[in-house]
Structure formats: C-alpha cells, structure tokens
C-alpha cells in the first residue's frame, strides 16, 4: 500500500473522502510587540484559523491519525507535526508503513472498536500541552457539532484536567475515553485540527490568535460566574509563585533563596495550581498583579491574567520556552520578564529529557532584575500620569 501523508494544514487531494467543516485559512506571518525584560520586542509568530475535517468512516491510527479508505494518512492533529508518536518510543518516528503498521494500520477494520458519532480530541498528561493543545480544539467545535456527538479523548488526561470542561460550556458527560495510542474506526468523525503548534518547517510558534483570545475570555468569565465565595482561595497579597520543590525533576536548586530575594521587592503568595479547582486557578491567576513561576507544565496558565500583570519566569538554560510563558505574555499584552539560570556539576536529572535536569539562579543577576523590574514599574506608572 502506498502512504500518503497530508496535512490538515494543506490542501485537499482530489479523490479525498474528507469534507471540511472550517477550511485552513493559510499562515500569516504576525509580529507581537511583547514586553520583555523592561523592552518592546518583537515576536514573530504564524498566526491561522484552525481548520475542522470530517470524515465518514475511516481508521483513526495511534488514537491521533485519521486514515481513509483511499490511503490518505492525515496529521496537524497533534503539536507534534514533524512525525509519527509511537508507544514505547521517545522522540518522532518516520511517516512510513512499517511505522504506521505499528500503530495498527495492517489490523482487519471489523475487529476494531467502532464509534458511531464522534470529535477526535487525544489527549495529553501534561497540564500545559492539554491547555494550549487539547481544549482549544473543543472550544473550536463545541458549537458546530450535533447534541448527539461525544469527544473521544485518551484516557491518560487526568481527570482533575477534565474539570475544566464546565469552564467552556461543556458537560464531562460528552465525554469518551479510549485508551492511549489505541487504533479504531470511527462511522462519522469530526477532526479540528490543533490550535497551537511549532510550524513543522519554519519552526515558528503558530496559533489561531482569535481563537485563544475568545476562548480564554469565555473561560474567565465562566470562572467568574461560577466560583462560589466559601470555595475562594485564601489570600494575603495579589503576587503568586509557583515554585517546583516538590517535583521529581527540573526543580531551582534555590528556590527558597530567590524567593527570600524577591520577597525584598514584592509580596506574594505561594500556590500549587493543582490544588485549587479550575475556577479558582483561573480566577487566582487573573486577580493576580504579579506572578512568579519556575519553568513548568502550570505555566500556560498565566494566559489567564489580566493585561499588564508582571511575569518573571524562572528557567533552566538552552531552554526555548515558548509555550510556557512568553507566548501568551506576547498574545494578552503582560509583562514579561525571563530569568535564566545555570548548571554545575552537581545539578543531577531525574527526568527523561535533557531540559529535566535541575538548575540554579544567581542571587546577584536575579536582585539586579528585580531592580529592573521595579524601575520599569515605575516608568509605566509616571507614563499612565503624564499621558
């Protein structure tokens, strides 16, 4: 059999059985104007309209490819665009038959699960892949398909992730799990295409803008409606840090000293995000003036703060970063600041990528920045009077 990859972010072939609901609408290169580090800089980025598929009965490999009966195998579901995820394979394999036969591609069809009426999601464990990756394309769809649709996800997406549903308007009872990397056929299956990526070629940061920003104006305001006075998190100040000490890898070395530096400029809170229901992290990050986070999976969710909140990031160095950060400080208009840190010998990696490994911060260039950081404060203040 003869492979055909294509690319929901391309072109329909001729003899394709897909329809699309939402056609690609093309990249557009864009450039933010983000604060960063107390300077307007500029971010280029690819900027699309997320497109939607539809198929009538095809194979979904791996739980994440769609593949019809006239050999089209299609991809742009996931971030990852540049190859196959196999199980039990770390990094992206090659688009080929012996690799597609290991997601099942070669299994007889009328052995396979069949779902009847259904919206390819996947689904990742990670909290910020499933925040820019994962629900951005049910926010996409929610309001194209029939009551009598389910959004089938993986069932490595933690429940508590699952929780933010309500926050778009849709019930957790839409909801159908199979398991990861699973191969099914699906009789009708809607396929958005992932809303957030890094451009397989040019490697630039794309997203559908319109779309994040109405979906996390609408997650706000769901929040808001929703949370009730008694369930409110405690709070004695409007700064956060989220720091890593309790986690297993990529932990700053010297969180508490930093912290102790930074508690000499402004006041904070400490929060671990995971403990607070979704309505609370979103409405804890939006009344937040300040935030302060070590690099990690909790930190896309500064797209819920309001414009013009100071974000210090905390990261390792050789770290890109992109999607933790400063992405969304580009896209809501906040302001940025990133503060890299260093290895020694001693720093070990519990974690199974090199970016895992833990880090240090220097005290010096961490109170230099803070003093940056105070005086650009005081800048934009004097500029709000005299303007």
Request: hydrophobic share 35%; glycine share 6%.
């Amino acid at each position: 059999m003869k492979i055909k990859p294509v690319s929901l972010f391309g072109k329909k072939p001729e003899n394709s059985t897909i329809e699309f609901i939402r056609p690609f609408s093309g990249y557009k290169k864009k450039i933010f104007k983000a604060r960063e580090d107390g300077k307007i800089n500029p971010f280029p980025h690819l900027s699309y309209e997320s497109p939607v598929g539809y198929f009538e009965k095809c194979i979904v490999l791996g739980g994440m490819y769609p593949f019809d009966p006239v050999g089209h195998f299609w991809y742009g579901t996931t971030y990852f665009q540049s190859g196959l995820e196999l199980p039990n394979f770390q990094g992206l394999a090659p688009i080929s038959l012996e690799n597609l036969d290991k997601l099942g591609l070669s299994k007889n069809w009328n052995e396979l699960e069949t779902f009847k009426k259904v919206v390819l999601i996947h689904g990742r464990d990670n909290f910020g892949h499933f925040l820019f990756e994962i629900i951005g394309k049910i926010f996409l769809v929610k309001n194209l398909v029939e009551s009598d649709y389910t959004y089938l996800v993986s069932d490595d997406i933690p429940d508590r992730f699952l929780d933010y549903l309500p926050l778009l308007g849709v019930p957790k009872k839409k909801i159908t799990k199979y398991p990861k990397f699973a191969t099914f056929v699906a009789e009708k299956i809607i396929v958005p295409a992932v809303s957030a990526h890094r451009h397989p070629k040019h490697k630039f940061p794309s997203l559908d803008n319109d779309l994040f920003k109405r979906m996390i104006g609408e997650i706000i305001d769901y929040a808001k409606a929703s949370s009730s006075q008694e369930n409110k998190p405690k709070k004695t100040s409007s700064g956060l840090f989220i720091g890593r000490e309790k986690e297993k890898w990529r932990r700053l070395e010297n969180e508490r000293d930093v912290r102790s530096v930074a508690k000499n400029f402004f006041s904070f809170d400490m929060l671990n995000p995971a403990s607070l229901d979704p309505s609370n992290q979103v409405l804890s990050f939006n009344h937040a003036d300040i935030v302060f986070a070590v690099a990690g999976g909790a930190n896309p969710t500064v797209m819920f703060c309001k414009p013009g909140t100071i974000v210090i990031e905390l990261i390792p160095p050789n770290f890109r970063g992109d999607w933790g950060m400063r992405i969304w400080c580009a896209l809501l208009n906040l302001n940025y600041w990133r503060v890299t840190g260093e290895y020694s010998d001693h720093h070990v990696n519990l974690g199974s990528l090199p970016i895992d490994r833990d880090f240090g911060i220097s005290l010096e260039y961490f109170r230099k920045t803070m003093d940056s950081v105070s005086e650009n404060l005081s800048e934009l203040y004097l500029e709000r009077i005299y303007t």
